[in-house]
């Protein structure tokens, strides 16, 4: 993997990039939709590739192994092959499924055992077996196994977190530096940033992450139930740490707005649940604000979904029919509003790094923001 930085903007730390992998290139700063068990739900990957332009997706390391299982993907020829995606790839280490499972998860230094949500086995993670795992899934961009806190977190459980994080990290180059990819093309790790919301415990693992020197660098342990300051002076401290010349991923971020101010912050990736889950729930994201398609206002509106958008779906499907599909629970009506957000999110990607490049994107981040989170 290779990354060039194009353009840095002259008011913040916003920049524009590309990322080459071996089945393409990711034009930065991006949004990568979540695959969590190799499908971005109710999308097509002819939608995702053509419609929405989506770069790349994520798939879940954690969903993966349960379902379909490493068998099946290796006699596949990996996912790409099993989901017929050609685009790049990320898989995160299934640490944040581990982080989530509480009442069926034990931490070890060894690793992290857990029982499955699925039919309640039980299984053991380690950061050996996490790289091996990834290696058969096969995604073009793996990350490291970590320990994931939640927040609130006391600051003493922080810091020995943190320092496992590390010690995990290093058998995790070790076990990849030692292996060789499975199906013919490179794959690259990125070691995760964690600290909770402490500012000494952020730039140590910080440093020590950029210490590792691999191509690309992520922040986790953000967008977790802390306030949205909290997540900016974090991301901005570590941003100040981590190197310039690599690529820097945020994990599971997040809303609109948080995306805009982040990038403002230095970061160039993003992935998040929100634009999908949140469709199916009847919450679309427009470039005026937000829309809840439940509500009765909708209910004779015959107007575009977002008559700014250019996605043939906005245009040939109204409010008020929308709102109707998801009423009623037609999987049609889940299809259209997924697509809506994803493609609003690969928009406002795309917007911002042609404003980095323009050189006009901090007045126009400054008024987005005060747009994108009003309810229509």
């Known amino acids: ?22 089945h393409g290139t990711i034009k930065t700063p991006i949004f990568m939709p979540v695959g969590t068990a190799g499908t971005v739900k109710a999308v097509h990957q002819r939608e995702l590739a053509e419609d929405i332009n989506a770069q790349i997706i994520l798939g879940n390391t954690y969903h993966l192994y349960l379902r379909p299982g490493l068998e099946t993907l290796k ?97 995790c180059i070790n076990r990849f530096d030692s292996t060789a990819p499975l199906y013919g093309y490179s794959q690259t790790l990125f070691p995760i940033v ?28 953000l967008s977790v139930g802390e306030p949205a300051e909290e997540m900016y002076a974090m991301t901005e401290v570590v941003c100040n740490v981590l190197p310039t010349d690599k690529p820097r991923y945020l994990m599971g971020v997040g809303t609109p707005i ?66 109707h599909l998801i009423h009623s629970k037609e999987i049609l009506g889940a299809q259209i509003a997924t697509l809506h957000n994803l493609h609003f999110y690969l928009w406002l990607v795309a917007e911002a790094r042609e404003k980095i490049i323009s050189g006009d994107f901090y007045d126009w981040k400054n008024q987005m923001v005060k747009v994108l989170g009003q309810k229509l």
């Open 75 to 171: 006699l596949a020829g990996g996912l790409h092959k099993f989901n017929g995606w050609d685009k790049p790839i990320l898989t995160d280490s299934g640490g944040y499924q581990v982080y989530s499972l509480t009442e069926v998860r034990k931490i070890k230094e060894e690793g992290v055992t857990f029982r499955s949500h699925i039919d309640g086995s039980k299984h053991l993670f380690t950061p050996e077996n996490v790289m091996d795992t990834q290696r058969i899934i096969g995604a073009d961009i793996i990350m490291a196994f970590d320990e994931c806190t939640p927040y609130p977190c006391n600051y003493h459980y922080a810091r020995r977190s943190i320092d496992m994080t590390h010690r995990w990290l290093k058998r």
């Open 258 to 323: 948080n995306i805009l101010e982040n990038i403002a912050l230095g970061i160039d990736m993003f992935d998040c649940v929100m634009p999908t889950r949140n469709a199916r729930n009847g919450m679309l994201f427009t470039r005026k604000g937000i829309i809840n398609i439940k509500n009765e206002k909708w209910k004779n509106d015959f107007s575009p979904i977002d008559a700014d958008s250019d996605l043939f779906y906005d245009l040939n499907y109204s409010k008020a029919y929308l709102r």
């Open 194 to 221: 964690q600290g909770s919301v402490y500012k000494d415990l952020r730039i140590k693992s910080a440093e020590f992450i950029a210490e590792q020197n691999r191509e690309g660098n992520a922040i986790g342990g």
């Open 1 to 22: 993997m290779k990354f060039k930085l194009a353009v840095q903007d002259k008011n913040c730390k916003a920049r524009a990039g590309e990322i080459t992998t071996d």
